[in-house]
């Protein structure tokens, strides 16, 4: 069996005494990057919508604020999960 850094078998770390499998921590990184991925693509359809469809512009650093800060929002979200 190989031994990782901290004496243990990989797959599985030691932190603090309890145990993590690395797994889950994969599955919950490929969740996250499906999240930002989706965020991302909705944000870029919605913003040539509404650059299109619309007659009053708006500034395109408010939509990037906005964006950053509807991004921070579901980081914050996904971290408390």
């Known amino acids: 069996m190989v ?3 901290e004496g243990n078998s990989y797959g599985v770390s030691l932190r603090k005494g309890v145990e993590y499998n690395n797994s889950a921590s994969v599955l919950f990184k490929v969740y996250c990057l499906v999240v930002m991925t989706l965020v991302a693509a909705a944000y870029t359809v919605a913003l040539r919508y509404t650059r299109t469809v619309q007659t009053d512009l708006y500034f ?3 939509a990037v604020c906005l964006t950053e800060i509807i991004k921070l929002l579901l980081t914050l979200v ?4």
């Open 78 to 81: 996904l971290l408390i999960r």
């Open 3 to 5: 031994r990782g850094s």
């Open 60 to 62: 395109s650093t408010t």
